[in-house]
């Protein structure tokens, strides 16, 4: 390794300085390009993160749910000429319980890469308050134990974070369309026409949960309380599971629907088009960086192909003073490393200034950055490698041709 930095170190940094004005205009270039993929890389990486924390903010990983009530046919007895009889009509769903969920919870939370588990009653109801009225969905909580699954507490925006029974906390939208605020009481009435049940409740805190529909309507009361009113005592329609990497939902998912008999849905189907989208831009992105790879490796190819003619005499010199074929190879090949090394270093530089900028000059209509980014500094690394072996790469050619050449035709041209 020390001869990189001996004969051939002092021949590559004397070609590189006598074709300054090329060598500069590469190395811009190289940054230039390095910048680009940086930048993009940094941009879509914080969109898909943002995207993610506005989306999962607000629902479980992974759900789990009893099956549906399935319709069974009613047949005849099997004999020649009976028709058989079937029932068409879809059966209405109703709250039903998971079976045995006190049990199958502390199953779930010992199982490897998850994070919380916490059971929920929902239903759908009505919000009236005066001659007010909207359409609601009650969720039935623990507060404790749902506060890990979506952090409910960093999301209320009034008053304070508390279900105690009587209690409830309310989307803010909701909370405007029906005039309520923190201390007033809210009546949720469930069922049907001659088959109602009504309770009273008291606003306690007021949530923002990121999406405006969500706030809309989500009423946040205590388990117990949405156990009497849909009629499941000691009961829990879901069980929702967030977990410590969001990407292995899939999978897990998968494993739990196999091992027990519920309704398991990740969070990848229940957005599968956010799921398509995600998985768009990151093939865009790696198309981008290739593309721009490219581009570096031609442009830093084509300046060493000129330096190679440009020198040519210069190589046969060499040649002719006692230099081997691989020590002029290693001339070439270190002048790529140089260039695709003071590129990377100038790139990151350039895209750390172009993430400054956007996060302190691009706004949304509210007068925040519309979301984070950063250049993470083993992504900084990584691209900045990429980028030096790129160089290295694009001198094969003109290393080989450098090589090559016959000392005699060399210095006589």
Excluded at 3 to 8: H, N, V
Excluded at 13 to 34: C, H, K, N, P, S
Excluded at 167 to 191: F, K, P, T
Excluded at 356 to 375: E, M, N, Y
Aim: charged residues 15%; hydrophobic residues 50%; contains cysteine.
């Amino acid at each position: 390794m020390a001869a990189w930095f001996g004969f051939e170190g002092r021949v590559a940094v004397r070609f590189l300085r006598e074709g300054r004005f090329q060598t500069l205009l590469i190395i811009v270039g190289v940054a230039a390009g390095v910048a680009v993929v940086a930048y993009i890389s940094a941009l879509i990486s914080g969109l898909q993160s943002n995207t993610l924390n506005k989306t999962l903010g607000a629902q479980a990983h992974i759900t789990v749910k009893p099956l549906d009530d399935a319709v069974v046919s009613a047949r005849a007895a099997d004999a020649p000429g009976v028709q058989a009889l079937a029932q068409t009509q879809p059966r209405s769903q109703r709250p039903r319980s998971i079976a045995n969920w006190q049990q199958l919870l502390p199953v779930l939370e010992a199982m490897p890469g998850v994070a919380a588990v916490s059971p929920m009653v929902s239903a759908a109801g009505l919000g009236l308050r005066g001659d007010g009225s909207r359409a609601v969905a009650l969720m039935g909580v623990e507060l404790d134990r749902y506060d890990r699954i979506v952090q409910l507490r960093s999301k209320v925006v009034a008053g304070q974070a508390r279900l105690g029974p009587g209690e409830a906390m309310i989307g803010r939208e909701l909370a405007n369309d029906l005039g309520l605020s923190v201390g007033d009481r809210l009546s949720v009435v469930l069922g049907s026409a001659g088959n109602t049940v009504s309770e009273s409740l008291r606003v306690t805190a007021l949530v923002d949960l990121g999406v405006r529909d969500l706030n809309r309507r989500t009423v946040f009361l205590p388990l117990r309380s949405a156990q009497s009113l849909v009629g499941l005592p000691g009961g829990a329609t879901s069980l929702d599971i967030t977990l410590h990497d969001v990407w292995t939902a899939k999978g897990l998912a998968q494993q739990l629907a196999q091992r027990w008999p519920y309704k398991v849905e990740s969070w990848q189907e229940a957005n599968a088009q956010l799921v398509s989208a995600l998985n768009a831009q990151s093939v865009s992105t790696t198309l981008i960086r290739s593309v721009v790879m490219i581009v570096v490796v031609l442009g830093i190819a084509s300046v060493l192909v000129v330096s190679v003619v440009q020198k040519k005499r210069e190589i046969g010199i060499l040649r002719a003073m006692g230099a081997t074929q691989g020590q002029v190879l290693r001339v070439f090949l270190l002048q790529g490393a140089l260039v695709g090394a003071l590129g990377s270093m100038l790139g990151v530089l350039l895209a750390s200034g172009l993430i400054w900028a956007f996060t302190t000059f691009v706004r949304g209509s509210d007068g925040l950055p519309l979301f984070s980014i950063s250049l993470q500094p083993m992504l900084a690394l990584q691209i900045a490698t990429v980028a030096t072996l790129c160089g290295v790469l694009a001198a094969v050619a003109p290393a080989r041709r450098a090589a090559a050449l016959d000392p005699a035709q060399a210095i006589r041209a």
